[in-house]
């Protein structure tokens, strides 16, 4: 199938509730999942593998892969694939969303042609030195020129990740799955590269094909020997062994001189080298395939050793001395404060510019101390400037962020630690040490910049879970309201708030901090009006009315037209806005057209009709006007009592004068009348 009928198919992907008995689960109406028939040969660290049957095509051999619950998928490298074929890796054919009963929440599945046996139970022993270049590395050398071209690395490459071929076109081994967990998180540190494995395996990023030139390395020495190089050592003593004797040397150290022929002790030194930059790249590799012309090997410079003594032990190098700091932050920041260690600083870190920034560093620790963690956290980055950021419980390269903050969210003291770590600017430093003059770094330096910003930002659709979702763009949205549905894709959210809002038993907001996040990191829509009201207090008419924008603005972007149930939700939410109209008759016209709306299933008309500013604002007018012209009336009444009672008081002033004159004259007239009575 070609490439751009998958990606076509994986735009309209939905989840597929299998039988709860299990059994066989139709996928994209054409793909029988049999999840009753288990394929533990295929399976992945963090995928289960079944059977497939197409029903469209029953002679065909597929397999799926059914990913682990919430884990993060290595989504560059499935966007990739999903527009074109990939050689010499395993071929996707189809995609979709299944939910297993025995999980509960929607994964991803993906569907392969199925690859012959696993390479190493092909094996009775060690594995020749010719069937090494031709079965092995001729087909993996291919795959990873093609992935180089495509800017993308495997990171997975690992003799139980290695499958043959059933092609006759193209013989020899394939690489296995890759896709359904973050960039080398399955990855063995025994595979990995120093810098890489001292990160937290979730934080270790996509890396460079130099990554996936170690891996093949160790990959071919494990498969020569027929066995582990070391035996019985724990990830820690394995890096340790790594970091104080170098990697080829550890990893062969024990191997007699004569078992190690020269032309594969010339691959494992050009392959094993500890610098990336100096480790072979894909056409040295070719060269050493294509013919028996010795390539260049990298010789590992011994520079002048300068001891530096801390908790009893000895250090030589920048990077053991960082990680013996980090291990021990109290004791390492009284040691860094001491003269001793710049001047151990100046004698051994090569690079005079990062000399003078740790001598810096310390000075400016001393007039103004800050907690050890931090300080040794920024030492250690100028000491080994190519190992991950270490702090605390976090460690992570700068690619690999996204993926260490996804798997573990739920985590707060490494919400803590991550947080802390942006805000003290380490992702800042450890791209300015490793230069700026590098396009990669000056894009990754905008891009901290950037998300630095929205970490200073409070309320939903900021802080931390932006940056999931920015830094991790194939992650679903990790909602409660949201799950058990599978959301990756924008559109996806309203279906599956649908869903939710039918099984409804308490009403609360269709909103939280990943909901919000989602969307702003998806939406290429201007919504930082509704971000804002959703700072607003719960249950206040400016809230709902974020809320309620959020929604209607996918729905008029995505669709679908009818939304019922989550109208109906959101339309109990409303009295508040209802509220919030002054005018009583239009209030009550409103109230009579929600519920007509809401039960249309419409966000959009429901939006224009509570919440269009124009006639909020129009309501807001009539208001202030009626309001205004209530005060002057009050004030003109005011003032129409104070003259009445003024008035009153001077009649009763001059009632009571003309009221006795008139006596007076009354008495009088009466008088003369009696006078006259008598005259």
């Not at 070609?2 to 008995?21: D, G, K, L, W, Y």
């Not at 310390?362 to 931090?374: H, L």
């Not at 000056?442 to 802080?463: D, I, N, T, V």
Request: proline letters at 6%.
């Amino acid at each position: 199938m070609a490439a751009v009928e998958r990606a076509e198919q994986a735009e309209t992907a939905e989840a597929v509730a299998p039988p709860s008995s299990g059994g066989e689960v139709l996928l994209k109406g054409r793909y029988g999942l049999l999840l009753d028939v288990p394929l533990p040969a295929y399976d992945s660290p963090t995928a289960k593998a079944y059977a497939v049957k197409d029903k469209s095509n029953p002679g065909l051999s597929l397999f799926a892969h059914v990913c682990v619950e919430g884990m993060p998928l290595y989504w560059l490298f499935l966007e990739r694939q999903r527009q074109q074929n990939i050689a010499g890796v395993l071929q996707l054919v189809a995609e979709d969303v299944v939910t297993v009963p025995s999980i509960g929440n929607a994964c991803p599945v993906f569907i392969y042609a199925q690859p012959g046996v696993p390479f190493r139970s092909s094996l009775t022993g060690p594995v020749t030195v010719k069937a090494i270049e031709t079965v092995l590395l001729a087909p993996v050398v291919e795959a990873l020129r093609e992935l180089e071209a495509l800017n993308i690395t495997h990171r997975g490459i690992r003799p139980d990740n290695l499958f043959l071929s059933e092609s006759k076109e193209t013989p020899g081994v394939l690489l296995g799955d890759c896709v359904s967990s973050p960039a080398a998180y399955n990855q063995p540190v025994l595979f990995e590269p120093i810098e890489s494995a001292l990160a937290n395996p979730a934080g270790r990023g996509q890396g460079t094909v130099a990554d996936d030139v170690y891996a093949l390395g160790v990959t071919v020495l494990v498969l020569f020997l027929g066995k582990l190089p070391i035996k019985d050592m724990d990830p820690e003593a394995i890096l340790a062994g790594k970091i104080e004797k170098g990697s080829y040397d550890f990893l062969t150290g024990e191997i007699p001189a004569t078992q190690i022929p020269l032309r594969i002790k010339e691959f494992l030194k050009g392959t094993l080298h500890d610098t990336a930059e100096k480790r072979w790249g894909i056409t040295q590799l070719e060269g050493w395939l294509n013919s028996y012309q010795a390539q260049s090997v990298p010789n590992v410079p011994s520079p002048e050793r300068h001891v530096f003594s801390f908790m009893k032990e000895q250090y030589t190098t920048g990077r053991s001395l960082a990680r013996a700091l980090l291990k021990h932050p109290k004791e390492g920041c009284k040691a860094l404060r001491e003269p001793r260690f710049e001047s151990w600083a100046v004698r051994s870190i090569a690079d005079q510019r990062i000399a003078r920034t740790v001598a810096e560093e310390v000075a400016k620790n001393r007039a103004s101390p800050v907690p050890a963690e931090q300080l040794v956290a920024r030492i250690a980055i100028l000491l080994d400037p190519d190992a991950p950021i270490r702090y605390k419980s976090f460690s992570a390269l700068i690619d690999g962020f996204g993926g260490l903050l996804a798997t573990q969210y739920a985590d707060d003291q490494m919400r803590r630690d991550f947080s802390d770590v942006a805000h003290l600017h380490l992702p800042q430093l450890w791209l300015s040490v490793r230069g700026l003059e590098v396009r990669d770094n000056r894009k990754a330096m905008k891009r901290f910049q950037r998300l630095k910003h929205f970490l200073g930002r409070r309320g939903f659709g900021f802080g931390l879970a932006r940056w999931l979702y920015e830094l991790v763009p194939g992650l679903g949205c990790q909602s409660a309201l949201v799950l058990p549905e599978y959301c990756v894709k924008i559109s996806d959210l309203l279906p599956a708030l649908e869903v939710t809002a039918g099984k409804l038993e308490v009403i609360v907001e269709p909103m939280d901090e990943h909901i919000a996040a989602f969307i702003a990191s998806r939406f290429s829509a201007k919504i930082d009006t509704f971000l804002f009201s959703l700072t607003s207090p719960p249950g206040s008419a400016e809230r709902v009315l974020g809320v309620l924008g959020l929604l209607a603005s996918l729905q008029n972007r995505y669709g679908p037209e009818q939304l019922p149930q989550l109208a109906g939700w959101v339309w109990k939410l409303l009295p508040p806005v209802l509220a919030s109209y002054h005018n009583q008759v239009l209030r009550k016209q409103l109230g009579e057209q929600m519920e007509k709306i809401a039960a249309k299933g419409s966000l959009v008309e429901l939006y224009n009709l509570v919440g269009n500013p124009t006639n909020r604002q129009a309501d807001q007018r009539a208001y202030g006007v009626a309001r205004n012209q209530f005060m002057r009336s009050l004030g003109e009444t005011a003032q129409i009592n104070l003259k009445l009672k003024r008035l009153s008081t001077t009649s009763f002033v001059f009632g009571h004068l003309l009221a006795s004159r008139v006596s007076l004259l009354i008495a009088l007239v009466a008088i003369s009348i009696a006078l006259s009575k008598y005259i």
